[in-house]
């Protein structure tokens, strides 16, 4: 008993030192991510405010998903992803339109004629450019550890909520500079993320990625369980994935209900309100981050939703048995709502590794399960409970959102403890056309993922030959496949110059100086 209280110790200070080690590499993709996320929330309280009408305060909504839809349209019909440059002149123009937005929202509010259709237009641009931009830094940050994922995304909660909760005290003209200053600091982290990408040899050291091979299980020396607890293999992943975003559709629309409670009207939000969400916000988003650094916990995949479920259940009865004070309901649906956002994002960072489309596809259909109930809501539930009990309806309705939710994950995620089917069976376990919706179909020449595993395997061999880096063998593997300098970069999110030096390092350490003298030496020396 007594050596208890020092191992605790012990591996307390492990866990902190990785979180310093992981935050220091992951620290502009953090840093971005909570600045734009700061500029959407605020974009949305902003159209709630200045637009009248549920039609018209949602519209921004409409108008981005309806935008994000068709990039995941077009998303879907490319073979490849999309270039690094142009990643890279897509961020830079999201980040110009939210300042941009920002001066003229500023501009508007000292105008003395109806500038109402020009407000619309402003906060619209608003929220979209910054969903553009929460999609660049969530791609920026594919290709983490679990842990490392958590960090970012909880890290960026744990940023983000001072500054949303400062924007709400602030006179309007204060919050747009605000808004403009924001843009400029984006703009600030995306040239340090251009000039020093996540620093991938400190995530290695904080904690080892899932390495997939073979049938796709974790490695077995480092314990490595992927991006969900409950997972043995990649199939078990792949199942996850799809089961958690339903899960998220249907707790966002539970959500969206209890917002509206009990006229169907969105709750309007008070400064002890704030205070409190504020507080509980940043409790539970540390909370998670820490319990999220341990490898072997399985909070990512049923811990979150245990807590995000009881913030539900909370914010019902709260609002319930206190109708005279719905601020105190809203302080729960508040907190859960900036929990089911970062969650949405930890999922869009797992569809990444697993999927073979565009980062943006899966970022665009997460946004979307997220934002479209909340939007769809606001404007029906007014005309729903128009002639009903609406607190008794509206109790009703979430009530049953909320059951149904739980049935839907709860009996699903024991499952995944059993032993791993066979391979034909995990093929048949779901449709084609679901995996295809979801963008986790195989692709149609399965030997690619062999040839690449094959491939990582020789680049091993010669990085200890030769003493190559970890981001040398990295691009040997790729070069060797037989990739383009461009598609490298894109692949690696490094800039086409830096993988051009990349190769000419490889070919001064191993003295060979073409892609078929390189694939000459593996067949003969070490295939």
């Known amino acids: 008993m007594t050596d208890a209280a020092p191992l605790e110790r012990d591996a307390s200070e492990r866990r902190v030192a990785k979180l310093a080690s992981i935050a220091r590499a992951t620290l502009p993709v953090t840093i971005g991510l909570a600045l734009a996320n700061t500029c959407f929330n605020v974009a949305v309280n902003e159209s709630a405010l200045s637009l009248s009408g549920p039609l018209a305060s949602n519209g921004p909504v409409f108008a981005a998903v309806a935008a994000m839809a068709l990039c995941m349209l077009l998303l879907a019909r490319r073979s490849e992803h999309l270039r690094s440059s142009t990643v890279r002149l897509g961020a830079v123009w999201c980040i110009v339109a939210q300042a941009l937005a920002a001066v003229a929202l500023g501009l508007l509010e000292a105008a003395l004629v109806d500038v109402t259709a020009a407000r619309l237009v402003a906060v619209t641009v608003l929220e979209a450019a910054s969903l553009g931009a929460l999609g660049f830094w969530l791609r920026g940050a594919r290709g983490l550890s679990a842990a490392a994922a958590a960090v970012v995304v909880f890290g960026a909660v744990i940023v983000s909520e001072p500054l949303i909760c400062a924007a709400a005290f602030l006179p309007s003209g204060a919050t747009y500079a605000l808004l403009a200053a924001v843009g400029g600091a984006q703009a600030l982290c995306l040239h340090r993320l251009q000039r020093r990408p996540p620093d991938q040899e400190a995530l290695r050291l904080a904690l080892p990625r899932m390495r997939r091979g073979g049938e796709g299980q974790a490695d077995s020396d480092t314990g490595s369980t992927g991006y969900f607890g409950l997972a043995r293999s990649m199939a078990d992943d792949k199942r996850l994935l799809i089961v958690t975003a339903v899960g998220i559709w249907i707790l966002a629309l539970a959500k969206a209900v209890i917002r509206v409670f009990p006229l169907g009207v969105p709750i309007p939000y008070t400064p002890a309100t704030l205070g409190v969400y504020f507080v509980l916000t940043i409790i539970v988003a540390a909370v998670l981050l820490y319990v999220a650094l341990d490898e072997n916990s399985d909070v990512m995949t049923a811990g979150i939703w245990l807590v995000m479920q009881n913030l539900a259940v909370l914010a019902l009865l709260a609002c319930s048995f206190f109708p005279g004070n719905l601020d105190i309901g809203l302080s729960f649906t508040y907190v859960l709502d900036v929990l089911l956002l970062a969650y949405t994002w930890y999922v869009a960072l797992a569809f990444m590794n697993f999927g073979q489309r565009d980062p943006y596809y899966y970022v665009g259909g997460g946004l979307i399960a997220f934002l479209l109930p909340r939007a769809l809501t606001n404007v029906g539930m007014p005309i729903l409970l128009g002639a009903i009990n609406q607190a ?136």
């Open 392 to 527: 008794a309806a509206t109790t009703a309705i979430a009530a049953a959102l909320l059951l149904l939710c739980a049935q839907f994950l709860f009996l699903r995620l024991p499952h995944l403890r059993a032993p791993a089917p066979r391979p034909e069976d995990r093929e048949r376990s779901l449709s084609h056309a679901v995996q295809r919706a979801f963008g986790l179909e195989e692709p149609a020449d399965t030997s690619t993922a062999m040839r690449l595993a094959i491939m990582q395997s020789h680049a091993s061999r010669m990085q200890e030959q030769f003493l190559l880096s970890d981001r040398e063998a990295e691009v040997l593997a790729l070069y060797a496949l037989g990739h383009t300098q461009d598609k490298i970069a894109g692949e690696l999110l490094l800039s086409p110059g830096t993988v051009h030096t990349y190769v000419m390092r490889i070919y001064s350490k191993t003295d060979l100086h073409s892609r078929q003298a390189i694939l000459n030496y593996i067949e003969r020396y070490v295939g």
